[in-house]
């Protein structure tokens, strides 16, 4: 009977995954959770963030990291618009930042050692935004669960196939799902594709993209020339400053548009 009913389960979680196309025209399989799962879960996720780290009172840094957030979900395609994006402050000395699915943005007072200015803010922001409207969360998931170290997220999901529901998955998940599909750093194709949307972003936001190679640059001599632990999976920081450097001046005039139509963001 376990036999057949895992049978099935993977009959009808296949079955769900589908073949999509993500914001830089790339093949990736996902579907593995619904978009309710995903929500919970990043909530979830972001307050157990939020009960482990110390939260910054300071009112100018999150007004500051708000108004950032703010004038990039307004570029955002109307799935992600409509959500009210929700920010904390993190008192830490690591230079990070995370965004998460529902509308969830953590940013550790660390990153305004290296980012100088709100140009430079808005890169990593947007970066981090880029891996939530990639659906990247969602295709670590489908992927876990397509892997035979996924059975217990496949036994977890069968309760929710038997009338347990979405909060009960969402607990059952939780602590392993948060942390390797939320938390933790996504592949290098991710992450250089989260660059890549970043910046776009960006530039129709009304920030300067070209101070996203700025920034990374910062953040490698912060470091001392080598890349940070939360870029362990992202892409050689030289080749990363290079392909910024490579695209920014193709994105100069939705720049310069943005820029014509009044996005002239005043963050600080």
């Known amino acids: 009977m376990k036999s ?3 049978a099935l389960l993977i ?3 296949v079955g769900a995954c589908a073949t999509t196309t993500s914001p830089t025209g790339r093949r990736q399989m996902v579907g ?11 909530a979830q996720a972001f307050a157990e963030t939020k009960q482990k780290e110390k939260i910054s009172t300071d009112g100018r840094q999150n007004a500051y990291v ?6 990039l979900v307004a570029q955002l395609p109307p799935q992600y618009r409509g959500v009210r994006w929700e920010t904390a402050v993190f008192v830490d000395k690591e230079p990070n930042a995370f965004a998460l699915p529902g509308g969830k943005v953590g940013v550790n007072t660390g990153i305004f050692t290296v980012a100088k200015n709100q140009d430079q803010l808005a890169a990593v922001i947007g970066h981090e935004i880029g891996h939530v409207i990639a659906r990247h969360h969602e295709e670590r998931i489908t992927r876990q669960m397509g892997a035979q170290t996924g059975l217990s997220v496949l036994g977890a999901l069968a309760g ?3 009338g347990e529901g979405a ?3 969402v607990n059952q998940l939780g602590g392993t799902a ?4 939320f938390l933790l750093p996504g592949s290098r194709t991710q992450e250089s594709e989260a660059d890549v949307i970043g910046q776009r972003l960006m530039a129709d936001a009304g920030f300067n993209p070209a101070q996203a190679v700025d920034l990374w640059q910062n953040m490698m ?7 940070p632990q939360w870029l362990s999976t992202h892409p050689d920081p030289a080749n990363r400053i290079r392909e910024l450097q490579r695209d920014a001046p193709s994105l100069a005039p939705a720049y310069q548009q943005a820029q014509a139509a009044g996005r002239r963001p005043k963050c600080g």
């Open 11 to 13: 009959t009808v979680l």
């Open 178 to 181: 948060a942390q390797t599909a």
């Open 221 to 227: 001599a912060a470091s001392g020339g080598r890349s």
């Open 32 to 42: 593995g959770v619904s978009q309710a799962q995903l929500d919970q879960l990043g």
């Open 160 to 162: 929710a196939a038997y």
């Open 167 to 169: 909060a009960s998955t």
């Open 4 to 6: 057949l009913l895992l």
């Open 66 to 71: 708000q108004c950032v957030v703010n004038a």
